[in-house]
């Protein structure tokens, strides 16, 4: 080996020699920034995250790791320094190596000098490290893959174009394997073995595996067997064409040593994706895709042997890679929770075959049957418990939920091993329950946050008329009381202090209530602000119906009107994760929530009670009038125009406690939110179609909140740490910052213009008559000169609308002009000047020459 390195610095030297590695670099970086800004959309997208950035990358690869590879052995042969490679005393396998390892270094100094990139997105918010470092680390491993590729073709002829062209179409297969598109025509042919065969090898699959932030040695074994095969193959290439002589002359045993070579690649590739077990490192910041501490010990906690059984129609599901790849994924996360049990949990597939036993056990059991596009049978992908007679099943595993596939998990091997569903009671005269509202006999369908409750809990609805709280009650679920009977406050007010857990949630402007409609006026006989009757001050929590909290800082923008630019508004308040408690596990690691109309809480100077916020509004917020925020409906940003701050944070949800009396008595356990609309389907959820069937998916962790209060409250205080590890939004902040700047700034001059514009119109107002301007008054200099202020201060309400975002527009200009022609610029400055100082040692080695 100690040729080698020698070998090496030949090779990197050769790349340098010439402008080819700075040309691969320098067009490298301008097509990979290029693509992420302009076609990933990443500073548009306002995540701090390199995702878009990998997922592009293999595309940028195509077109030029050919390129950087076409030349290494072609070169070698066309201009016969192949003789001379061929005379050293170093076997073959050697000198592929070298080049392999020279142009490896290139391409991943390339990749690595795109790091600007990730300063950028650290300047602008707070990513992941973990997962970009993983994703550098993957992208390095398909470039040694795909440069294996390209150096084993440019063996293959003189002729650079048709080695490039070759290995581009080679690579482009790679990158296919795993489409739909690409494989049917394969699946027309094969058996299905041989398609699942094609489709382990795509490059693609195996990126996005590790640039989600999870380590899997099968993916790099992967690109380890892809690149080690193709490097052999290299070696049997040169050792055909040894000493120079055309291919053909030498090719006589090159077939079979080539099939050889291929089912010896094709089967380790295959028992590497399928018998070996999955080892892996999440790297992740949160450690999203490993068995949190509250899965071990539900896990520990499992008294009876468990049955996890997987229904899943593989022969239905192959025309669809995102259930097959998932499917595999379910199996590994379930193989983990049965390895971590010591034999109590067990993990059984089915394939729930049209027309079979497995079908009608499948059906009995709850898992749903979809259609699918194509017309074909029926797909199956549900999970079923069950442990000592008891059944729970989840009837379909919805792909895109899969951050919340280990809290299902724990939660259905959880709930298998009650012997009853703990019993939560929902008081309240609003439309949550749907078809269940005993006041509005099924007006209207049930709140998702209601249906999803109702799966893992004994759930019903009560009318707060005539009041009976079960004495199993587990949890009391008291949602906007308004004039209720005092018979019903009593027997709150006794569950509450005799130790019963219960979450109240009140509103100061409760957009449910029956008979109201949002942007309507509001019948004088209908209330909208909640009345506890004189239990709030017996506990000691304020609360003023009549006051709504605004928060500019928070302040959600909407859009009203597809033609108006979109506009904040401060009674819609989207709280971020720095505005919740993070020691409390009912708010801590929750992503974002939104509140609509709250009101403020806090404790009063005499209260028995302690009180821990849960979420607080910004310390940029003040209060409102109820009235007053409804009449600004539809127009809700002039409630932003005169703004002034109280300088202080609103308390929206708390817990208020007391421990048990040592006189004897019992304590008290009370989360009060005060908003209802929060939990109402258009805050939080979006309904999407999924083969027929109705997906709902998150948009904010409103839901979460709320289960996490309800399983805290009932005792699950292990499911709470597992529901929150969901996807973690990281904000660009910096933009944030600035957008709100520039708001606050065109706020203080759309004021200033609309009271200019306000005085312009009333001296205008002055000089009509009959509320026009007459005639022989329109050549009036007066009129004139306010005309012309009325027609120059819209003007420059229009200039300062267009202006809004231009600050946050030039940021992101300046950030795209860096990373895209920032360091391209710097290494060709670099280059020129160490070209100019070798020009210069140059000519004075010649003025020396010519002296002596």
């Known amino acids: 080996m100690s040729a080698f390195p020698a070998l090496v610095r030949r090779e990197w030297r050769a790349y340098w020699r010439t402008p080819l590695a700075l040309v691969y670099v320098v067009i490298f970086l301008l097509l990979s920034n290029s693509f992420v800004f302009y076609l990933g959309d990443l500073f548009e997208a306002g995540q701090a995250g390199m995702q878009s950035y990998f997922r592009l990358l293999p595309w940028v690869c195509l077109l030029l790791v050919p390129a950087l590879s076409m030349r290494a052995w072609s070169e070698e042969f066309r201009s016969g320094t192949i003789e001379l490679l061929d005379a050293l005393p170093v076997p073959p396998w050697q000198t592929v190596l070298a080049k392999f390892a020279a142009a490896w270094g290139v391409a991943v100094s390339a990749l690595l000098l795109s790091f ?58 790679y990158l296919l394997a795993g489409y739909p598109l690409a494989l049917n025509p394969v699946r027309e042919l094969f058996p299905q073995s041989v398609v699942d065969l094609i489709a382990s090898l795509s490059m693609l699959t195996h990126l996005q595996s590790v640039t989600r932030g999870v380590l899997d040695l099968r993916d790099l074994l992967y690109f380890a067997i892809t690149a080690a095969f193709w490097l052999g193959a290299n070696v049997l290439l040169l050792q055909a064409r040894k000493g120079g002589l055309p291919l053909w002359k030498r090719a006589a045993l090159l077939p079979l040593a080539a099939v050889a070579s291929v089912v010896c690649y094709l089967a380790l590739a295959f028992a590497v994706q399928t018998l070996l077990p999955p ?19 539900i896990i520990a906690a499992t008294r009876e042997p468990v049955t996890l059984t997987l229904y899943y129609s593989e022969k239905e599901a192959r025309p669809y890679p995102q259930f097959r790849q998932y499917a595999d994924r379910v199996s590994e996360k379930i193989g983990e929770y049965a390895a971590q049990s010591g034999g109590r949990i067990r993990f059984e597939a089915v394939d729930p075959e049209p027309y079979s036993a497995a079908e009608d056990r499948a059906i009995g059991k709850g898992i749903l049957a979809i259609p699918l596009e194509d017309g074909s049978g029926p797909l199956y992908f549900g999970l079923t418990a069950d442990s000592g007679g008891r059944n729970q099943s989840i009837g379909f595993i919805k792909p895109e939920a899969e951050q919340h596939l280990e809290y299902e998990l724990s939660k259905l091997i959880q709930s298998v091993q009650r012997q009853e569903r703990p019993k939560v009671v929902l008081v309240s005269d609003l439309p949550v329950s749907g078809e269940g509202n005993p006041l509005q006999g099924g007006s209207s369908p049930a709140w998702v946050v209601y249906r999803q409750l109702s799966e893992r809990y004994q759930l019903s609805h009560l009318s707060p008329q005539g009041l009976r709280i079960p004495e199993d009650t587990d949890v009391l679920w008291i949602m906007h009381p308004r004039q209720w009977p005092a018979e019903t406050l009593a027997r709150i007010r006794d569950f509450v202090e005799s130790g019963g857990h219960a979450v109240l949630l009140l509103d100061p402007d409760a957009e449910s209530v029956p008979g109201f409609r949002l942007g309507s006026p509001v019948p004088a ?88 916020p849960l979420l607080q509004s910004s310390d940029s917020s003040r209060l409102i009038a109820a009235d007053a925020y409804r009449q600004a409906a539809a127009d809700p940003e002039r409630l932003l125009n005169r703004f002034v701050s109280a300088q202080e944070p609103f308390v929206l949800a708390a817990r208020f406690s007391r421990d048990k009396p040592a006189a004897g008595g019992a304590g008290i356990n009370l989360i009060v939110i005060a908003d209802t609309d ?31 209060a309800i399983d805290q409250l009932s005792g699950s205080d292990d499911l709470i740490s597992i529901r929150s590890r969901g996807s973690v939004s990281r904000p660009f902040d910096k ?112 003025i020396g020459h010519g002296a002596l």
């Open 116 to 173: 600007p990139l990730w300063l950028s997105l650290s300047w602008l918010g707070d990513p992941d490290h973990g997962v970009i470092a993983l994703g550098y680390v993957g992208a390095a491993a398909m470039l040694a893959a795909m440069l294996a590729i390209g150096l084993c073709l440019s063996a293959l002829s003189e002729n650079q174009l048709v080695v490039y062209i070759l290995s581009a179409l080679l690579i482009l297969l």
């Open 678 to 708: 929060f939990l109402s389907d258009r805050l939080w959820v979006v309904e999407n179609n999924l083969f027929g069937q109705p997906v709902f998916s998150a948009q904010a962790s409103n839901g979460d909140f709320f289960f996490n």
């Open 735 to 846: 933009v944030d910052r600035i957008r709100r700047a520039a708001e606050q700034a065109y706020r203080e001059s759309q004021t200033r213009l609309l009271a200019e514009l306000d005085t312009v119109q009333a001296g205008i107002n002055g000089l009509q008559v009959d509320g026009r301007i007459p005639e022989n008054r329109l050549n009036d200099a007066d009129y004139r000169a306010l005309a012309a202020d009325k027609v120059r201060l819209r003007q420059e309400l229009r200039r300062i609308q267009r202006e809004l975002n231009a600050d946050v527009e030039r940021l992101g200009q300046r950030v795209k002009a860096v990373n895209i022609f920032g360091m391209p610029l710097l290494l060709l400055a670099i280059a020129a000047v160490l070209a100019w100082r070798r020009r210069n040692q140059k000519d004075f080695s010649r």
């Open 525 to 612: 006989d209908l209330y909208l602000g909640s009345d506890f009757g004189g239990l709030l001050r017996r506990w000691g929590i304020g609360f003023d119906p009549g006051q709504v909290v605004l928060d500019s800082k928070y302040a959600w923008l909407m859009q009203l009107d597809e033609n108006q630019f979109p506009k904040r508004n401060p009674g819609l308040i989207s709280l971020p994760a720095e505005a919740m408690n993070q020691r409390d596990p009912v708010t801590a690691d929750l992503d974002r929530i939104v509140l609509s109309g709250a009101g403020a809480l806090s404790v009063l100077d005499d209260s028995p009670l302690r009180i821990e």
């Open 279 to 297: 080892l892996r490192v999440d790297l992740t910041e949160n450690r999203l895709f490993s068995l949190s501490e509250g899965s071990r010990r």
